[in-house]
């Protein structure tokens, strides 16, 4: 249970970790889940005005239900599709927000981890192709994410479980996806795969909810998931030094021992750069 405060933990460390730097900083990583949060906001705008006639086009059977009986069945549903809909919002949140701004939470983690001694060299590769991997990973998530969240919407049904155990399970299964997403960007640059970050984080469960789902909690608030979004970046690759420490991270291709930075290897930019003289 421990673990429980230690992830929410780092989540606060990674908010005063950006708070700490300039405006500058954070303006330019608030661009990404801005422009995510607008795509968002139309698409559960545009379900809300279609959920009442996906749901009627969806139980046809219920076309000559007496009432209450036909608006009870029709309204459940309806809330559910929404809600189900918010869900698959909350857990996909992070994955868009960094795919759309891959070269900017690169450069934060990146940020961090030299801030904190022993990082890793990471990767030498071009942006399309850290964008390749990148939406291939997420899509890879975001097929559980579906499995889960279609498992949750039917056990929504249930009497009693539906409206007490499937809420909880909800919260906790966005939390630890929003996690697998957020710390992906850390441990991808340890060369880690999809496959062994997912057995990193179920190792480490507790710690891996106490960070994701007080995170899940707020970002049902959408204007709170922006402001939130690069502290929860930074969180979660200090939360990936302690799932592995630099003493253990695999070396990348061309590193020096494992654990220990390149050298050679020049320090990250600052981000935003700084404007140029005259």
């Known amino acids: 249970m421990r673990d429980l405060g230690v992830g929410f933990g780092y989540l606060a460390k ?16 608030l661009l990404p889940p801005l422009i995510t949060l607008a795509l968002y906001v139309a698409a559960l705008v545009v379900l809300g005005f279609w ?9 046809p059977f ?16 309806t809330a559910l599709l929404f809600v189900g809909g918010l869900f698959f919002a909350v857990v996909t949140f992070a994955a868009v927000t960094l795919l759309v701004g891959q070269p900017f ?22 942006l ?9 990973d997420s899509l890879r998530v975001l097929f559980w994410v579906a499995v889960f969240g279609l498992s949750l919407f039917v056990l929504g049904f249930v009497p009693v479980v539906g409206q007490t155990v499937v809420p909880v399970a909800g919260v906790c299964v966005s939390g630890f996806f929003l996690t697998v997403e957020l710390a992906g960007v850390a441990l991808a640059r340890r060369g880690l795969p ?57 070396p990348g291709p061309g590193a020096g021992e494992p654990g220990t930075a390149d050298p050679a290897r020049p320090a990250p930019p600052a981000w935003p750069p700084a404007p140029s003289a005259g």
Do not use: C, H
């Open 62 to 77: 219920a076309d000559d239900w007496n009432s209450p009986w036909q608006g009870l069945l029709r309204g459940t549903l």
């Open 105 to 126: 939470y690169e450069a934060l983690a990146e940020q961090v981890d030299e801030s904190e001694g022993g990082a890793p060299a990471g990767p030498e590769l071009p």
């Open 128 to 136: 399309w192709r850290e964008l390749v991997i990148s939406a291939r």
């Open 194 to 250: 999809i496959k062994e970050r997912f057995r990193l984080l179920r190792g480490r469960m507790m710690l891996t909810l106490g960070f994701g789902v007080p995170l899940a909690l707020a970002f049902l608030v959408p204007v709170v998931a922006v402001f939130l979004m690069p502290g929860a970046v930074a969180g979660a690759t200090l939360l990936a030094r302690d799932l592995l420490p630099p003493e253990e991270e695999p």
């Open 14 to 29: 990674g908010q005063r970790w950006v708070s700490r730097r300039g405006s500058r900083m954070k303006t330019g990583l």
């Open 51 to 59: 959920a009442d006639d996906i749901t009627a086009w969806a139980t």
